[in-house]
């Protein structure tokens, strides 16, 4: 049987990109031979919960944490860095004593090159520049 992993992976910010990226990382999960559930993909669809209202986030995230308890390992990949979200999914891993591997996918360069776009775009300071660089460079 398969491994049940649970996906830990951004999602607020840059909701686009961050889907693009989760979907991303489910099929490199499926591609190891494991059994993935994001339920960051799941419980933000249009008519089942709004990230954006605390009190729905906050439900999304314990049923997805009620699904992790059956999960071995969490999977957080990082290329985009960690989220508030993924670091209480770890948190709650760790205390439950599963295991937490950190991923990154073989075409992250592509995912970091789109947030520094988006950035760009966005007109963030100067002192982003440092970690933008150290991102694509430290590959």
């Not at 830990?8 to 989760?22: D, H, K, M, R």
């Amino acid at each position: 049987m398969p491994k049940l992993v649970y996906i830990e992976s951004p999602f607020a910010g840059e909701v686009g990109l961050n889907i693009e990226y989760a979907r991303a990382c489910m099929a490199d999960s499926l591609s190891r031979g494991e059994s993935p559930f994001a339920s960051h993909l799941l419980y933000t669809q249009e008519g089942i919960l709004d990230d954006t209202i605390p009190e729905e986030r906050e439900k999304g995230m314990n049923a997805g944490f009620d699904f992790a308890a059956v999960c071995d390992p969490s999977a957080g990949y990082t290329d985009l860095g960690m989220s508030d979200g993924m670091k209480v999914g770890v948190e709650n891993a760790e205390k439950a004593g599963r295991e937490v591997e950190f991923r990154s996918l073989p075409n992250a360069r592509y995912f970091m090159e789109q947030k520094i776009k988006l950035m760009v775009k966005q007109n963030i300071p100067p002192w982003w520049k440092f970690w933008k660089w150290s991102l694509l460079y430290n590959q």
